[in-house]
């Protein structure tokens, strides 16, 4: 079963709440169960972080700012103010921040302690509730059987749970530094039952809607609709949906975006031999279609999925043709973005695309009557591999063929057995008005995490188009776990400084109402 046996059952609660039933309004719901969600549930449930007594920070300008509002968490000081000076890896000030302070000199592979202190405090909990279509992790359980393996240098790891120590828990004879997407997706569901987080989880759930309704009381709240899975019947075998809708005074956007992958559109993209996931290429090595003996394959695309393409067809020896639209020494290009001591898989890749380009005008390398040697056996450590930066795909032809085109308009027209179109996904917006295109940097384009992600304030995450919606995760751009954790921080803060706002509010009405009874009484007394 894909629903949480522990977390809540919804129920159609429009009529009751359109009749005025106000506590079926919840604080904050989440779509999205994945490491965003996970991580925003859990500063959500009261784990709060504030500076360890002997807490230390190698950069010494954020040490001394931590130090001097130490009795503070982190949750009520200026992030912005924090987040001066601080640089890393990602764009989004919070997200550098945050990681900063769980992994100081992470890039460099340094196991430095973080200087932080997470104390529970369930006093300060906001009631939540997390939407997700399958167990909490999200997309990493559709990864599940992949030949991939991942770096284990914390990156990956959430608050209050040393991923290292679970997984030498989980595997007592672990050998080196690695975890399968399997194990990654495993640990996120064991870290929500580990923390307590489930009684907030609603799994098996797809939101279909999600719009703005105005209650009687003049305020407006969100309102979510979908289907629920549900086992039926006495042996629970049948599963059913059951429409559910949820209000709520705050909504989160966590989907990620590996709903829909990404097309070139061109012609004859729908042909057999095209491809559009990684998973379509291990079928076809399990099921042995695939092998040395196979004409080349054509990956398309300069990311880590289009990596591990790469990596699998290499070490299975089927020769590799490898095209994308960058120069290799694009900034921009992930591999320019990783330390090279921790991925050392995908620096072979980014050495493989550097070293072994296709000449231009010169002639064409036929990849299937190349021998394949192992580096003992041939100086060059990479044959059976070609790279063609700087190439787009124009056309696909019946029986196998590839027509790519340059810069200068020059085309190559490869023969293949198979392509693979690996060029990023698109999240499923379709419970949004206009996929939420309105939300976005540029509301005349579709939402693109890379291109067109949705506009928010830098510091809160709140839409800057949408108050009461927040947004987190690879919808505004971060496709490390290591840097949506930013995003929860600052959705947190925000949430909690609105809690802050609105009973000081409430105290000072009061407040002034004690005021003007007493005065009144005076009148009447006089």
């Given at each position: ?210 719009s703005r309704v105005s209650l009687e009381s003049d305020c407006s ?92 067809a290499h070490h299975l020896n089927t020769p590799v043709y490898h ?185 000072e009405h009061c407040k002034t109402s004690l005021l003007n009874i ?9």
């Amino acid at each position: 079963m894909l629903y949480c046996s522990q977390g809540p059952k919804l129920t159609n609660g429009q009529a009751q709440m359109e009749s005025g039933h106000a506590e079926l309004c919840r604080k904050l719901s989440i779509i999205g169960n994945g490491p965003s969600g996970i991580c925003l549930s859990y500063l959500l449930s009261g784990y709060t972080p504030y500076l360890s007594p002997n807490g230390f920070h190698p950069n010494p300008i954020l040490h001394n700012k931590l130090t001097e509002n130490a009795h503070l968490s982190l949750l009520d000081q200026d992030l912005e103010f924090l987040c001066e000076g601080v640089e890393g890896r990602s764009s989004n000030p919070v997200a550098v921040l945050f990681d900063a302070l769980l992994l100081p000199d992470g890039d460099f592979g340094v196991d430095c302690a973080s200087p932080l202190i997470w104390r529970h405090e369930p006093e300060r909990a906001t009631p939540h509730l997390v939407l997700g279509k399958g167990p909490p992790g999200g997309a990493w359980h559709a990864m599940e059987g992949s030949m991939l393996t991942l770096s284990l240098a914390n990156w990956m790891e959430l608050p209050g749970l040393k991923l290292k120590d679970w997984m030498r828990d989980k595997r007592k004879n672990l050998r080196n530094d690695r975890a399968t997407p399997a194990e990654i997706a495993s640990y996120y569901q064991h870290y929500v039952t580990k923390m307590g987080l489930e009684k907030s989880f609603a799994c098996g759930t797809t939101v279909t809607s999600l719009s703005r309704v105005s209650l009687e009381s003049d305020c407006s709240v969100w309102k979510i609709e979908g289907l629920q899975r549900s086992a039926n019947g006495d042996d629970g075998r049948e599963v059913i949906e059951v429409p559910f809708c949820v209000y709520s005074e705050n909504v989160v956007l966590a989907t990620g975006t590996h709903d829909i992958p990404a097309r070139l559109g061109v012609e004859g993209e729908n042909l057999s031999f095209v491809c559009h996931s990684f998973w379509e290429l291990e079928a076809a090595i399990s099921s042995g279609r695939l092998d040395h003996a196979s004409e080349p394959i054509l990956v398309v695309g300069a990311g880590l999925t289009a990596a591990d393409a790469v990596l699998a067809a290499h070490h299975l020896n089927t020769p590799v043709y490898h095209a994308f639209r960058r120069p290799v020494t694009d900034p921009a290009l992930i591999f320019n973005q990783l330390p090279k001591l921790l991925y050392p898989e995908y620096h072979k890749v980014h050495q493989m695309m550097s070293q072994q380009q296709n000449k231009v005008r010169e002639t064409e390398v036929n990849l299937s009557n190349q021998a394949l040697t192992s580096p003992a056996e041939n100086s060059n450590p990479y044959t059976g591999y070609l790279s063609y930066p700087k190439h787009r795909v124009v056309a696909f032809r019946p029986e196998g063929k590839c027509v790519l085109e340059d810069e200068g308009g020059l085309q190559t027209v490869l023969q293949v057995s198979m392509a693979l179109v690996l060029i990023g996904s698109h999240p499923n917006l379709s419970f949004l008005p206009e996929h939420g295109r309105s939300l976005g940097l540029d509301s005349e384009e579709p939402i693109s995490c890379r291109r067109n992600p949705f506009d928010v304030d830098p510091y809160t995450y709140e839409s800057a188009k949408e108050s009461g919606m927040y947004v987190m995760g690879p919808l505004v751009g971060e496709n490390f776990v290591r840097f949506l954790k930013g995003g929860a921080l600052a959705i947190a803060s925000d949430i909690a400084r609105k809690q802050s706002t609105k009973r000081q509010s409430a105290t000072e009405h009061c407040k002034t109402s004690l005021l003007n009874i007493q005065l009144t009484n005076c009148t009447l007394e006089s």
